[in-house]
């Protein structure tokens, strides 16, 4: 059950659909959308708001309430394997084994409390990520303009807007003053949208091109305004994508496709084997036929790997804390593993691949040169670069006059104090204050010479902004903006605009958004409460491109995801151009026949899309519901898709992917609550980490299968040649669950701490329909199983002919077995690298859980209770050096088995080569 608020929606402007709830706000005058929600340019009354909120519930988005201790307890009993094992103890206390029984429960109980501590703790840490600070918002309540809590807004109110201010309810504006909004989060376009109040729109407008509407979620960047919320909590555009978030998702981790596989494997194989054992015992070895199913049962258990379960959990969880400390915060601990094996990330740009933080890339002055600006971000940390060395002071002095026209034309404010920059207002403003501080410039100080006398706001039907100041003796006007416009209002020869205007339209090709700057003479006499003229007769100062840049790293992760055999494509609500220089930056695409528009997947349809999706890496001017059907087409194809994602619009395909990774800083409640997987930091470099630590996870998993099911296959075989000899059994079935689940058990959670080796990252990702029992597991637990098993019983055949009690056998049989497990275990480290060439000292807790394992098997054969338990009885020294010679076959045997695949691989890919 789903708890949270209900949510704010106008009488008669419900609607079930989540991306059409709020279309009719923007098509009709602002008189009807007064009608429609029973309120006035005034604002509402106490009373009135106080009521509005009984009926239409706090302005906060829905969300899924954290798992008690009880539910994530409960959650590690949702296993395949947990639900073979426990039916297998219930078997056993029926017919009276309760030993086994309780051997079995106490393995449930530890993975139990092992899961809920790690998840639990997993848990706390994505809740820490959590902004806590409260939003407020201005509203006038009674005639007076006041501060509430944004959950306190209703529809019908009115607030107040400006510069820096967060969007608290989806409102329809009233006023505006040169308004612009950042809604990168909701829509994936990195430029703030200017709004304007008089516009209306078609039904079916975009969200993004609602000109006439602000948005819970978006922040002002510039201007200030006046709006009527309409639309609050659920109801609100946010809220819809919450909706989507919090439905079902359809993807799961590939731990747990792989573990269902591999859990239906071992089930059917170990109650066959049990059964053809039991079978055979009756019908060739004389015994009875409930003696032999007494014992059928004892092997089933036996061989199905109960420590497979704690050694999972282990795995996982040490894999949670080794990715907590790289930046990755795991939500699900089936999650861990993820990462690494995913064949397709596809990853947002907006503040994922990018920093969301517009920055001055190129500058070009009229006589076409051109100069780089090194540095990313906001902070002015950077300089200027012409052919790629610093600039000399006399370039810096021909800059100067730019620098000072775009720290004279500015509403931002770039600060830095405490050890540490801070700014607000308009991203292209900001953008334009680090250019001239990096130059050297400093706004404060510009003011203070060249005090400003009057200014022309930016507006749309403008698209310039002018900003009037004292020079000297006279008055000059700084302008920026869009280059047609403001070249229209230079002086100069024809040919000097032209050459302009190329200059524009060739930083725009290479996808910087280009702004002009321009200075020239104001009128005589201009003052501060005339309306200023339209600047003219001016000169060209320069062009400016901007881009919004790659996050530090992003570049070098992309790279190496890539030497991993992991694809990466780009899905953004930006512009195809932007889009596409970005994705040049990464090394992802070079060619526009490699970007696919929203428009694009609309004509080709369901169908097509598989199409589209082979050959393109970016997807450009996408809306949210098309990103999922992206992830959908490329889990049709055969991928494990991982999605990362910071916004409320990348939500709904966080949650449908295999593995969401949200950013855990700059990212939205909604898409961390959709994600498995959060990223402290939000570098898309740290995703390389969780790949390389998934990996590991994964690998740690395959050999603690591979260690449990091979002994316990093992097992099998030398019991079945017992009973088929018609020897007396040759392991007693306490004796088997003391192999299975206290010295392997021991030994098995100690391989789950192995360290990654260095060629994780250089190994290509599992393909998706691969089991875990693919071919060479299977080749390693046959020649595992085949030695252990062949040698035990040739010992244990050889003894009772040397005339031995059985009990002297089993004793002798047994310590055989546990030091097989020991020399075993560092066969186990690698599937393919020579336990010789991997050191110990690599692996403490490994060799602590081996000594561990060895020792307690020793205190059980000299100890009372060990010889009451196990029918264990001390050994002689001439036993122990035979029986420590007879383990080392199992090293030879996977030494040799690893050599053999070495050579043939080398051959499959020279042939394939």
Known sequence: MISGPRGGLAPGASTQDGTTQNSGWHTDPINEVLLRLGADKAGLTAEGAAQR?????????????????????????????????????CVSLALGEAKDAAFICGVLIINAIIGTIQESRAEKASQALRQMLTTHASVRRDGQVREINADQVVP???????????????ARLLGAHGLETDESLLTGESLPVLKDPLWTGPVDTPLADRRNMVHAGSNVSRGRAQAIVV???????????????????????????????????????????????????????????TEMFLFGVA??????????????????????????????????????????????????????????????????????????????????????????????????SRLADLARAVILCNEADLHHADGSWTWRGDPTDVALLTMAYKLGWRRDNSL??????????????????????????????????????VLDMCAGPAEAIDNGRNLASDMARQGYRVLA??????????????????????????????????????????????????DTIMVT??????????????????????????????????????GLLARARVFARVAPHQKLLIVEAARRAGHFVAVTGDGANDAPALKAANIGVAMGKAGTDVAREAAELVISDDHFATITAGIEEGRIAYDNIRNVIYLLVSTGAAEVVLVALAIINGMPIPLLPVQLLWLNLVTNGIQDVALAFEPGHHDVLRRSPRPPGEPIFNRLMIERTIVGALVIGLVGYGLFHWAIDQGWEPDHARNALLLLMVLFENVHLFNCRSETRSAFVLSPLQSPVLMLGMIAAFSVHVAALYMPWGQLLLSTQPVGAEE??????????????????????????????????
């Not at 019908?156 to 989806?170: C, F, H, K, M, Y």
């Not at 203070?448 to 009037?468: G, T």
């Open 53 to 89: 909120l009984l009926d239409h519930g706090p302005n906060a988005l829905p969300e899924s309430p954290p798992p008690s201790v009880f539910e994530i307890a409960a959650r590690q009993f949702r296993s395949p394997l947990i639900y073979v094992l426990g039916l297998a103890a």
């Open 156 to 170: 019908g109110d009115v607030i107040w807007l400006e510069s820096g201010n967060r969007v608290p309810a989806d």
């Open 231 to 289: 639309a609050t909590g659920i109801r609100s555009a946010l809220g819809s994508l919450a909706l989507d978030m919090l439905a079902p998702g359809s993807g799961k981790p590939p731990l747990v496709y792989r573990m269902e596989q591999f859990t239906r494997l071992i089930a059917i194989s170990v109650l066959s084997a049990a059964t053809i054992v039991a079978i055979m015992g009756s019908a060739l070895g004389g015994y009875s036929v």
């Open 299 to 396: 092997l089933a258990v036996s061989a199905i790997p109960e420590g497979l379960p704690v050694a999972l959990t282990v795995a996982l969880a040490i894999g949670t804390t080794r990715m907590a400390r790289r930046g990755v915060i795991v939500r699900r601990l089936a999650a861990v593993e993820g990462l690494g094996s995913c064949t397709l990330i596809a990853s947002d740009k907006t503040g994922t691949l990018t920093c969301n933080e517009l920055t001055v890339r190129e500058v070009r002055l009229p006589d076409g040169s051109t100069y780089e600006v090194v540095g990313e971000g906001f902070v002015p940390e950077g300089r200027f670069l012409r052919d790629g060395r610093p600039i000399e002071p006399d370039e810096g």
């Open 448 to 485: 203070e010479l060249h005090p400003q006398v009057n200014d022309i706001p930016f507006e749309a039907e403008r698209q310039f902004a002018a900003s009037y100041h004292r020079i000297g003796a006279s008055i000059r006007v700084m302008v920026k903006g869009a280059p047609e416009r």
């Open 517 to 566: 700057v321009a200075e020239g003479p104001a009128p005589e006499g201009l003052t501060d409460t005339e309306v200023p003229p339209q600047p003219a007769a001016l000169q060209l100062l320069g062009l400016v491109g901007m881009i919004d840049p790659l996050r530090p790293g992003a570049r070098e992760a992309v790279a190496a995801a890539r030497r991993a055999g992991v």
């Open 573 to 610: 609500g930006d512009h195809p151009v932007t889009a596409l220089a970005i994705a040049r930056d990464l090394g992802l695409a070079e060619s526009d026949d490699e970007v696919v528009t929203g428009a694009e997947m609309v004509v080709a349809g369901d169908d097509g899309l598989s």
């Open 880 to 913: 122990w050096i035979m029986l420590a010679g007879l383990s080392l076959l199992i090293l030879v045997a996977m030494e040799l088995h690893k050599l053999s695949w070495a050579l043939r691989s080398g051959a499959f890919s020279s042939r394939s080569a």
